[in-house]
């Protein structure tokens, strides 16, 4: 059996809250969107800065629910700041495709809709 690496999970269009260069790497992300996606605190991401065009690899923080938090932490500080319009995708390694959970969030990073056929309902004020 041979494992390729597929994307499971996309939060699309994020807006980055706060940033500290002083605070051990890391992202941290709304527990709220991460039940969403079914990402996982300690999981592994890539960022992809839609402002700057930059792109890093870091792991999940789980930040207070319903908080819109997206905060990028420690050496990350350093490429993407608040303001800026960033997606964060997690990856899996599995034998065949599948379909990811992706979700498009506002400039409040509140959950608007669904970006895929996982789950196609909106939700006011996730």
Do not use: W
């Not at 706060?18 to 079914?38: F, N, W």
């Not at 629910?65 to 050496?75: C, L, P, Q």
């Not at 800026?84 to 498009?104: H, N, Q």
């Amino acid at each position: 059996m041979r494992l390729k690496n597929y994307m499971s999970a996309k939060i699309h269009n994020a807006t980055v809250t706060r940033s500290d260069l002083h605070y051990v790497g890391s992202i941290t992300i709304d527990k709220a969107l991460l039940e969403l996606t079914g990402m996982q605190k300690n999981e592994r991401v890539l960022v992809v800065n839609n402002t700057s065009g930059s792109r890093l690899e870091t792991y999940i923080i789980e930040g207070e629910a319903n908080s819109g938090a997206i905060e990028m932490n420690g050496a990350a500080a350093h490429l993407i700041h608040p303001g800026d319009e960033v997606i964060i995708m997690a990856f899996t390694l599995a034998s065949e495709p599948f379909e990811p959970s992706t979700i498009l969030v506002d400039e409040d990073n509140k959950f608007v809709r669904y970006l895929n056929e996982k789950g196609s309902s909106t939700v006011d004020n996730c």
